[in-house]
């Protein structure tokens, strides 16, 4: 449960943050959007003893509902074996042309392999994201993930990750 204590002041001061440096200016919440293949690379269980190299591959959909949700699904794999299968929704929230916070949520299955046992198959992954967006759409952009059973069992340590992403547009892999 401490992870997630850091976690969430980690999402407060962010917050904080980006509020004083806009000038309290309000986030635009994006209409539709390319679909975009996201790559990461990153540091698995960054905050406790049990790090490794972590990797993720994403398909996120462009295409809203409610307005402003979006879904993705995706693979994670680290180093010690760890695999990770989930999906998703997120929400882009632009601050003007270039910067766009990107919070999301999951629910995926998990094997742990010589990894962290995070004590259960399901576990829930909540992150928040702060990218820069290029003209061609592409972005690149920093996250931080905490993912665990929400108490599904007793054991419950869950592990956070720090990523970076570089997100494609899809139909830059076909010309479009």
Same mark, same amino acid.
């Given at each position: 449960?401490?992870?997630?204590?850091?976690?969430?002041?980690?999402?407060?001061?962010? =917050? $904080?943050?980006?509020? !004083?440096?806009?000038?309290? *200016?309000?986030?635009? /919440?994006?209409?539709?959007? &390319?679909?975009?293949? %996201?790559?990461?690379?990153?540091?698995?269980?960054?905050?406790?003893?049990?790090?490794?190299?972590?990797?993720?591959?994403?398909?996120?959909?462009?295409?809203?509902?409610?307005?402003?949700?979006?879904?993705?699904?995706?693979?994670?794999?680290?180093?010690? =074996? $760890?695999?990770?299968? !989930?999906?998703?929704?997120? *929400?882009?929230?632009? /601050?003007?042309?270039?910067? &766009?916070?990107?919070? %999301?949520?999951?629910?995926?299955?998990?094997?742990?392999?010589?990894?962290?046992?995070?004590?259960?198959?399901?576990?829930?992954?909540?992150?928040?994201?702060?990218?820069?967006?290029?003209?061609?759409?592409?972005?690149?952009?920093?996250?931080?993930?905490?993912?665990?059973?929400?108490?599904?069992?007793?054991?419950?340590?869950?592990?956070?990750?720090?990523?970076?992403?570089?997100?494609?547009?899809?139909?830059?892999?076909?010309?479009?």
């Amino acid at each position: 449960m401490g992870g997630f204590i850091v976690f969430q002041r980690w999402v407060a001061a962010a =917050g $904080a943050f980006l509020v !004083a440096i806009t000038g309290f *200016a309000m986030p635009a /919440l994006a209409a539709d959007e &390319v679909d975009r293949l %996201s790559l990461g690379a990153g540091w698995f269980d960054v905050l406790d003893d049990q790090d490794s190299a972590d990797f993720r591959l994403e398909y996120r959909f462009g295409k809203t509902f409610l307005g402003f949700v979006k879904p993705w699904v995706g693979a994670e794999a680290n180093l010690d =074996g $760890a695999l990770y299968g !989930a999906g998703g929704v997120l *929400a882009d929230l632009h /601050l003007g042309d270039r910067i &766009v916070i990107t919070p %999301s949520f999951g629910v995926g299955l998990y094997s742990d392999g010589g990894s962290k046992d995070l004590g259960h198959v399901v576990e829930f992954r909540s992150q928040i994201e702060i990218g820069y967006q290029f003209e061609d759409q592409s972005r690149i952009s920093l996250g931080f993930s905490h993912t665990s059973n929400a108490h599904l069992d007793e054991d419950n340590p869950g592990v956070e990750v720090a990523m970076i992403y570089y997100h494609l547009p899809v139909g830059r892999l076909f010309g479009r």
